[in-house]
Nanobody, 121 residues
Framework: QVQLVESGGGLVQAGGSLRLSCTAS????????MGWYRQAPGKQRELVAV???????NYADFVKGRFTISRDDAKNTVYLQMNSLKPEDTAVYYCNVNVVQKLKIFPVDYWGQGTQVTVSS
């Protein structure tokens, strides 16, 4: 099994910054893509940013220029630096990691427990 632990959410004023972290542990042979999603009340979960092995990144249009995703493969950790936060960024943020477990061939997606980000106006 693989466990994901998220941290870094909280309450911040508009224009402020937060940094989210998500660390994977357990039965891991390799990690492919790592990403962040968010879900606001009454809305569907949506992609925020994703980073592939080799550090190719992709961002949702609504965070381009404000958020930066990065990864540390030695620590099995993905980060999301969020700057210039807006009230509409308020949501529960989930990390998603595509893992190939030891003695396995096909990768499996795992989700973090979610961390609340609240941006006040």
């Amino acid at each position: 099994q693989v466990q994901l632990v998220e941290s870094g959410g909280g309450l911040v004023q508009a224009g402020g910054s937060l940094r989210l972290s998500c660390t994977a542990s357990g039965n891991i042979r390799s990690i492919n893509a790592m990403g962040w999603y968010r879900q606001a009340p009454g809305k569907q979960r949506e992609l925020v940013a994703v980073i592939a092995r080799g550090d190719t990144t992709n961002y949702a249009d609504f965070v381009k220029g404000r958020f930066t995703i990065s990864r540390d493969d030695a620590k099995n950790t993905v980060y999301l630096q969020m700057n210039s936060l807006k009230p509409e960024d308020t949501a529960v943020y989930y990390c998603n990691v595509n893992v190939v477990q030891k003695l396995k061939i096909f990768p499996v997606d795992y989700w973090g427990q979610g961390t609340q980000v609240t941006v006040s106006s």
